[in-house]
């Protein structure tokens, strides 16, 4: 599929661009000690937070407070800093429950990222569970963690990988969604939110469907966690995978949430310290949920500088947050639309769509774009951004994407797109 939605348009559609955000980004960003740095001479415009979000002050000295005076490994001292780092690291645990819709504390199981976490179920329950004939659901708009674990899962056991297509205006295209997940399917696993066409996914219906087909859902929620409120109650996913790096938290830590009769019965993927029972020369058993998930020392810092994030996420709000998002999207879209010379990638619709931005111009190639608007001081990212086979879908083999978070302001557009204008003038010899 070759997309052909040239903005023609102003404001996609005649979407009109809310311009009232209830956060206020610019107190905001004076918490994000790396934002006041220069880049290139110039203001630091951080428009990347899709790739991995920067960190508050609040965080940063959590961590440093952490290693400054708690110092210990978990679970297994008797001394008081061993008792203080264990109830820092569980207390992370009880504060993402929470924040996910009060679920269950042994429901949520430390990984190191989103990508661990889906590789976990590939791992735990697909190798169990996944026999030839049967079938694994999975959309074309994923990234390669939520790609690349079930094709080789697939391998392994034979069952089929089948996908729900996306449309021109890069949402998930629904019609034969019944005949996609049919009864041989098992689990289906889709991102909440694309972290190339922003769009974002109707998973409560699709969780719905699939259920009644007696499938599992796995949702990634590397994009959606950081930018919606989610609560696992309403969703009734199975597992959500997401990182905390995408959500102001530090990086080498996410989570995997999954429901406690599936981690019941799965298997743990690795084995060794901290996850066992009992161990003799000839036998050993696993401990309780969610330990039995957890073999080794864990990244105690990053689950304390973790919850440091979740807390000042909770302190905005996270409907806040959403709002602020769509009055950035809406305006960055009809910024964009400007650029006659630039088509845009993904829905038109702030209301379907987070603040992943993608975007293309005939005459300047995305790394070029980035080199130059890096000049400037404004951070983007160019590429396949993980999701080579959508980037072919499209028709091409790379885009550029700006992507907003809370410490992003109509300013920043505003200066993307100067730059943008600049660099077209520039590579195109106008
Ligand atoms: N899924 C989506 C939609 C993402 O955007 C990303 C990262 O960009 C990932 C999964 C993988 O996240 P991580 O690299 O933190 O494992």
């Not at 210990?72 to 780092?85: D, I, K």
């Not at 009864?183 to 696993?189: E, G, L």
């Not at 293309?360 to 000049?375: I, R």
């Amino acid at each position: 599929m070759k997309t052909d939605h040239v903005n023609t348009c102003p404001a996609g559609n005649n979407i009109q661009a809310p311009n009232k955000t209830p956060l206020d980004a610019d107190k905001i960003r004076n918490d994000f000690p790396i934002l006041s740095r220069k880049v290139n001479g110039k203001r630091l415009v951080y428009l990347d937070s899709a790739a991995t979000a920067q960190k508050p002050r609040q965080v940063i000295d959590a961590i440093a407070s952490y290693y400054t005076d708690h110092n210990a490994n978990v679970h297994r001292g008797l001394h008081t800093l061993a008792e203080e780092a264990t109830a820092a690291y569980e207390r992370a645990r009880d504060k993402t429950a929470k924040f996910i819709g009060s679920v269950k504390r042994e429901e949520i199981i430390f990984t190191r990222n989103t990508t661990e976490a889906i590789n976990m179920v590939a791992h735990s329950w697909g190798r169990h569970n996944l026999k030839h004939g049967q079938r694994i659901v999975i959309t074309q708009m994923e990234h390669h963690a939520n790609l690349v674990p079930w094709i080789v899962l697939a391998k392994i056991t034979g069952a089929e990988l089948e996908y729900i297509p996306i449309d021109a205006d890069g949402y998930l295209h629904l019609k034969d969604i019944n005949d996609i997940i049919n009864s041989r399917t098992r689990i289906v696993a889709l991102t909440h939110m694309s972290n190339l066409l922003g769009t974002i996914n109707p998973v409560e219906d699709i969780i719905d469907l699939a259920h009644k087909k007696n499938a599992l859902v796995l949702v990634d929620g590397a994009q959606g966690v950081p930018h919606l409120p989610v609560d696992m109650k309403t969703m009734n996913a199975d597992f959500y995978a997401f990182s905390a790096h995408k959500m102001l938290g530090p990086t080498g830590i996410g989570v995997l949430y999954a429901k406690d009769d599936l981690l019941g019965e799965m298997q743990p993927m690795q084995y060794g310290g901290e996850m066992i029972n009992e161990v003799r020369y000839n036998f050993a058993d696993w401990a309780e949920l969610p330990w039995k998930f957890e073999a080794g020392t864990p990244n105690i810092a990053g689950a304390v500088g973790f919850s440091a994030a979740l807390d000042y996420l909770e302190d905005l709000g996270m409907e806040k947050i959403r709002e602020h998002d769509k009055m950035l999207i809406a305006y960055a879209l009809e910024r964009l639309a400007e650029l006659r010379q630039f088509k845009v990638f993904g829905p038109k619709n702030p209301e379907h769509r987070g603040g992943a931005v993608s975007f293309v111009s005939p005459h300047v190639h995305p790394h070029d774009l980035a080199q130059f608007l890096d000049m400037q001081g404004i951070a983007i990212r160019a590429g396949h951004h993980c999701a080579q086979p959508l980037t072919k879908l499209l028709g091409e083999s790379s885009t550029a994407r700006a992507s907003f978070y809370i410490y992003n302001s109509q300013k920043d557009i505003d200066e993307l797109i100067t730059a943008l204008e600049a660099a077209w003038r520039y590579f195109a010899h106008v």
